[in-house]
């Protein structure tokens, strides 16, 4: 990346977040000891800086100095945040660590279908995010699999840390006129992939086959809540996603 492109990006990251603030180019100038015609010729691009600088803007702004210099996702300048803005905002809320957790395990099992599929090992990968969908969708020659990706439970604070590790196999929302179907069925996904970083702190994932995941005894047709899941691959449990595949289709 050559000077220039480097202070458009400054320019445009400081203006940004001036503006998420809802601070003219004034405000911003005395918070960071500057005139505002220096700020100005930042947020151009046309003004080269020194670390000094840098910690001025970067304090003033309330963020860090990489998070000013760094490309960012189009997210973060659609919200006008950095990504330390929305990591200080998750950690404020229990639900929002839940959710995050949830969809960052499907992004690293994404990552590791995707290796297979550039290994030519499955043919296609359709990562889904909408009410009534799996989580993904594989293409293996010419039979599809449905995959539902879950994060075990954590531990309670009073659980002693040899406690069993479970998975909850609930869908997030009732149907849409009312009914309780937050349940599954044993045919809505083939395989059941559980992340286990929530008991280990790794985005280690054991699969299974769902027709080997344990019923209700009340209603057969239906998965039991809480399943139980091993520590390391034992008994249907597998590492390798391909395998619990294997599982499934026999």
């Known amino acids: 990346m050559d000077t220039k ?12 977040l001036r503006e998420q603030r809802a601070w003219s180019q004034e405000d911003l100038a005395r918070r960071a000891d500057r005139h505002f015609t220096y700020i100005g010729r930042i947020e151009r691009g046309e003004q080269n800086v020194t670390v000094e600088v840098l910690l001025e803007i ?12 760094a490309e960012g996702h189009p997210l973060l ?18 639900r929002a660590q839940v959710d995050v957790k949830g969809k960052l395990a499907e992004l690293m099992l994404y990552r590791e279908l995707s290796n297979l599929r550039q290994a030519n090992r499955i043919k296609r990968v359709e990562w889904h995010d909408a009410d009534g969908k799996p989580d993904f969708t594989l293409q293996i020659g010419d039979k599809t699999v449905v995959v539902e990706c879950k994060n075990v439970r954590s531990l309670t604070p009073n659980a002693s840390p040899s406690s069993p590790i479970k998975v909850e196999l609930q869908k997030t929302r009732n149907s849409k006129d009312g009914t309780p179907t937050r349940g599954y069925s044993v045919d809505h996904f083939q395989v059941l992939s559980a992340c286990l970083f929530n008991r280990t702190g790794q985005w280690r994932f054991l699969h299974i086959a769902s027709r080997q995941l344990r019923r209700r005894p009340n209603d057969p047709q239906r998965l039991l809540i809480m399943q139980l899941v091993p520590a390391a691959a034992a008994d249907s449990w597998r590492d390798n996603i391909l395998d619990a595949i294997k599982d499934a289709r026999q």
Do not use: I, K, N, Y
């Not at 492109?5 to 940004?16: H, T, W």
């Not at 970067?58 to 210099?69: C, K």
């Open 5 to 16: 492109e480097l202070l458009r990006r400054l320019g445009s990251r400081v203006r940004a």
């Open 58 to 69: 970067s304090a003033a702004l309330e963020t860090r100095p990489e998070d000013l210099l």
């Open 77 to 94: 300048a659609q919200w006008r945040v950095t990504a330390a803005d929305v990591v200080e905002a998750v950690s404020h809320g229990f």
